[in-house]
Structure formats: C-alpha cells, structure tokens
C-alpha cells in the first residue's frame, strides 16, 4: 500500500479543519441562543432573589430576638424566615401578585405567568419557570432553566442578572416595603 500524496494529506486536513470549525461555530450559535432564551428567566429570578433578600434584612432589623434563624435560613437556602406561618402566607400572595405583574409570561413561551405555586411533574414544563414554596414560616423559589432543569439560586445571587440589576439601582422590591411593615405590624414581629 503507498502512502497518500502531500495533495491529499492537505486536502484532508482542510477536510478536517473545516467539520472542526463548523463545529465550533454550531456551538457557539447554540450557546448564544440558549443564553438569550435564559435571560429573561435569570432576570425574573434575579428580581424574586433581591425582593427576598430586601425583605430577609427588613425582618432580621424587626425581630431581633430571631435574627440568628433569620440569617441562617437566607445563608443555607436563600430561604425568607418569616415569624409566622400567617405571615408567610399573606406574604406570598403579595409576592406572587407584585412579581406576576413584572413577569406576565414566561420566557419559553408559556402562556402564563412564570411564578408558580405548584411544581409540574414533567421536566419541560418546568421550564422557564419559578417555582414558589411556602414550607410553614419560610419562603423560597426555586428557578428552572430552558430545559427544566433547576438554576443555582446560590449563583445567580452572587451573579444576578443583567449585571447591573443590583449595583445600587431601585428595582420595584421597594414597593413591598410597606406591604411587609403593615404585615408585620398587623400579625405581630
């Protein structure tokens, strides 16, 4: 057997250059697409994370006596610890409305809104969405990305997007400010 000509040893790496650089343009095609698909997720969850974090500060200051449970619940699971399971529940419905008015619909091209109380069983219904969990005195949400599955609350806190979503800017969680003085007042701190 001969081995193969210098003409075909080129016409073969340029072969093979080429699929390796198609490839590498596919990638970075579908990466691009599924970042754009996951921005508006990461926006809604970014807003969900900072409302909760605003509120886990403002309940830490009124309840002095419960700020180590407080603080430990937002530490370990990015968890609201509210002091009671009443005021949790009112809470959430305030939570649920205001963040249903910012997000209307889903980002994946679900009809409804992307907050929701109740975790589909299917993966891709979960997608795009928000899930909101009421466990007794304790709120959290949990997002899920364009393939359903869950995001890194830990991550996407640490690295909220878009980037200057929290650099000092007011976003609509000031509103609930009050919504959450009256609660409190109302049902003890």
Known sequence: MTAPSPSARRL???LLLGIIGAYGIGAIALSVHIIHRQAAVRTELTLALEN?????QLVAISAPQD???VDAAWTDRRALLLPSAKVAAKLE???LREWRDA???AACGAADSPFQTELPSARSLRACHIWVERRGAE???QAYDTQGLPM???YEFLYPYPPTASAGSESSSTILYPALHDLLDRHGR
């Open 12 to 14: 073969f790496a340029w």
């Open 52 to 56: 909760l974090d605003r509120l886990h």
């Open 67 to 69: 700020r180590a449970a």
């Open 93 to 95: 419905g305030s939570l």
């Open 103 to 105: 997000a209307p619909r």
């Open 139 to 141: 709120i959290r949400v």
């Open 152 to 154: 890194d609350n830990f």
